[in-house]
């Protein structure tokens, strides 16, 4: 993990490693988003589907514990 800091407008520098690892060039849009009091930079992907498959872990199988909750209610 990297420490930034923020400029006076609020802006952030990328370190220069994180940037030729992503392909960040000047003008690339990034999604930044905050979720459970983390905010998250994401750099743009080509086909975010195919990004997304296998970001979830597969156990524990959030569909076995649905079917359970349901045949408890």
């Known amino acids: 993990m990297q420490t930034v800091r923020t400029l006076a407008k609020g802006q952030l520098v990328i370190p220069a490693g994180l940037r030729k690892k992503y392909h960040i060039t000047p003008g ?28 979830l ?5 959030l569909a076995r514990q649905l079917l359970k909750d349901r045949k408890r209610d």
Not at 57 to 61: A, E, G, T
């Open 28 to 55: 690339t849009a990034l999604q930044i988003f905050e979720y459970g009091g983390v905010i998250h930079i994401v750099p743009p992907v080509a086909d975010p589907i195919k990004a997304a498959i296998g970001c």
């Open 57 to 61: 872990p597969k156990r524990p199988s």
